[in-house]
């Protein structure tokens, strides 16, 4: 007779049995996997040694596919079957990519407001599945290490990325079966790596600078739990735009015009470009040599060369230091993550601005991945859940449309998630049985200048006078920040709901123009919300003295009096178009002088009719 293990709930029957959990850091550029061993954690390296993969897919005609270096070696010579750089589409539609189309050699398929797939000889291919490629040679190469199946993996993500972009990201981790424990914020998991490692506590700054875009993110560690206080960066700027800064002095110094270089010298250029920048962090001055021209680069003109991308950067950093409304002083450490911070001069430009010596001893190529691997390894249960808990934010407000055309923020930008909030709603027409629920992101006063995110609608509401129904919305956010909206009528308990998995989603530079936008503009759109909101108002008002006529208006009103309050009531539309709040606030004021009379009658019968066969007992 065979004997069953019985374990409490939430344990193994084999208490001592150690997980097998990893953190990956699914790059643009390239990506890497890490894991803890024992007390230690580390990349772990493919069979030639390489712990970064290029993040390139390669498609050939016998349907074999090549993942990393391979791939990224045959980018020139077959420029439409090897796809590079494809998390800049990850997740977003093709109209949001047709500005982009032009430097990418790929033939895109699909309609606007979908994904689109790429065209290979090996059929059309999306981001996803891409994706899915990249992290299912991870995967491999994890298993082949670790010498056993993985049962779970950290992700990271660009803390810009919104909710369609975390979406697209954990489905392509499922296309590759991986066990999905938790996608976390790249900078967060920057701070874990550190903030584990040297037990500090306080205000941390993540200072992001990879090969394409920059982030930055300021974090408060306290007592084992991480807070993103706030984010911010920029999305067109990176060490390609260091290396492209590079190659502009080169030709110049050369005499070389840009127009009268093919594709392959414009590629070994760069390529000429990089490897000066990355010689100088070694060096005081390079040599190089390009065509037929001879020269030197120092590193003091490299610096000079650098300084306004390096100033771009710092800029960023002002901003999120103040959304996190705190001081320079205040801010304990800086932790360098991405490639490109070994550049010198961007370790002393940023140490400078914040008054501190930048953290660099974990590898910026590596330190992302090392954090995420810490992450798996507590929720997978190798180590207790208590030791660390982390707090990402979401990067744009969200909000549902009220009438008039507007916004109403229900969570505000840089609220920390997961989280779950409500408000409260009411109906705008007497018997209305239904309202639509449309799910907004942005920053901005006005629908018009806002994202849509999901329409929904909720029915069965009981027909009661405008005003009288109470909807309660509610957001709620996951730990990977992806968005469940939820509307209920509260005396009935009629309920709907949405989850939000839009089909594309925004770019990092729509994310920072909406931000920028919402700030460039906060005073006209102060002004144009408060015209809106008295336009409803003018509205409600004709809504109500319209819906009063047409029951009793021929019973309580002479001729004279109906002629007047039509007469008024045609001045007050006439303001419907007025600009400024004041005079509609004027209109609506003359309009109830007028109509006050009428509003009196009117009472004084519903209070005859609500007493009339009942005895003054009763009452």
């Known amino acids: 007779m065979a004997l069953l293990q019985i374990s409490e709930p939430g344990q193994s ?15 643009t550029t390239n990506s890497i996997v890490a894991t803890v061993k024992g007390a230690m954690v580390e990349a772990l390296p493919d069979v030639d040694g ?8 390669r498609y050939l005609p016998n349907k074999e596919v090549v993942v990393g270096t391979l791939a990224k070696q045959a980018a020139a010579e077959d420029p439409a079957n090897t796809i590079i750089s494809v998390k800049r589409i990850m997740g977003r539609g093709k109209e949001d990519i047709d500005y982009i189309g032009n430097q990418l050699p790929y033939d895109f398929i699909g309609e606007d407001g979908q994904m689109p797939k790429i065209r290979t000889v090996a059929g059309d291919k999306s981001p996803v599945e891409i994706s899915a490629t990249i992290l299912n040679s991870l995967v491999n190469r994890a298993e082949l290490s670790l010498g056993a199946q993985l049962d ?4 990271t993500v660009p803390a810009y990325f919104d909710e369609a972009q975390r979406e697209a990201t954990k489905t392509a981790a499922q296309l590759a079966g991986i066990n999905v424990l938790r996608l976390l914020n790249e900078p967060t998991a920057a701070a874990v790596a550190y903030g584990l490692d040297e037990g500090e506590e306080g205000i941390i700054a993540v200072f992001d600078l990879g090969g394409g875009t920059f982030d930055i993110s300021i974090l ?66 390079v040599d190089i040599s390009f065509e037929n021209w ?22 960023s950093c002002r901003r999120a230091v103040r959304d996190a409304k705190l001081e320079l002083d205040q801010v304990k450490n800086v932790v360098m993550v991405g490639g490109s911070t070994r550049v010198p001069r961007v370790r002393t430009r940023v140490g400078e601005y914040f008054k501190t010596t930048p953290l660099v001893h974990i590898d910026p190529d590596r330190v992302v991945a090392i954090g995420a691997a810490i992450q798996a390894d507590v929720l997978i249960g190798n180590k207790p859940d208590t030791e660390m808990l982390l707090l ?6 969200l909000g549902i449309e009220t009438m008039g055309g507007l916004v109403e923020k229900i969570v505000p930008r840089n609220t920390t998630i997961p989280v779950a909030k409500a408000q409260e709603f009411t109906t705008y027409k007497d018997g209305q049985v239904a309202m639509a629920i449309h799910v907004l992101q942005g920053e901005r006063e006005l629908v018009s200048d806002c994202r849509s995110l999901a329409r929904f609608e909720l029915r069965g509401i009981p027909a009661m006078v405008a005003g009288a129904a109470h909807i309660r919305v509610t957001f709620q956010i996951d730990a990977d920040g992806l968005l469940q909206v939820t509307a209920k009528e509260t005396s009935s308990g009629v309920e709907a709901s949405v989850e939000v998995k839009p089909s594309y989603g925004l770019s990092d530079d729509d994310i920072a123009s909406m931000l920028a936008d919402s700030f460039d503009h906060a005073s006209e759109d102060k002004q144009a919300r408060v015209l809106q909101e008295k336009r409803v108002e003018l509205d409600r008002v004709l809504e109500s003295i319209n819906t009063a006529l047409a029951a009793d208006g021929d019973k309580l009103l002479t001729t004279e009096e109906r002629a007047e309050i039509d007469q008024a009531m045609a001045a007050l539309v006439s303001l419907r178009s007025a600009e400024e709040p004041k005079l509609i606030d004027a209109g609506i004021e003359k309009f109830m002088a007028v109509s006050e009379d009428y509003a009196m009658r009117r009472m004084d019968v519903a209070i005859k009719d609500a007493l009339q066969g009942r005895s003054i007992d009763e009452v």
């Open 220 to 285: 408060e560690l306290s007592a084992g739990v991480f807070e993103v206080l706030a984010t911010g960066g920029d999305s067109a700027l990176g060490g390609d735009d260091f290396d492209r800064l590079i190659a502009q002095w080169i030709m110049q110094q050369a005499g070389i015009i840009d127009s009268n270089l093919s594709r392959q010298q414009v590629r070994e250029l760069m390529q000429t470009a990089c490897s000066v920048k990355e010689k100088l962090s070694d060096s005081d001055s």
């Open 50 to 57: 390489q712990c970064l993969l290029p993040s390139v897919v």
């Open 392 to 397: 990402d934010v979401i990067p744009l407000s």
């Open 13 to 27: 029957p084999a208490p001592h049995q150690r997980r097998h959990a990893v953190g990956i850091d699914l790059g």
């Open 294 to 315: 001879q020269g030197v680069l120092s590193r003091d003109l490299l610096n000079t060369i650098v300084d306004p991308l390096i100033e771009r950067a710092l800029r």
């Open 152 to 155: 779970g993996a950290v992700i």
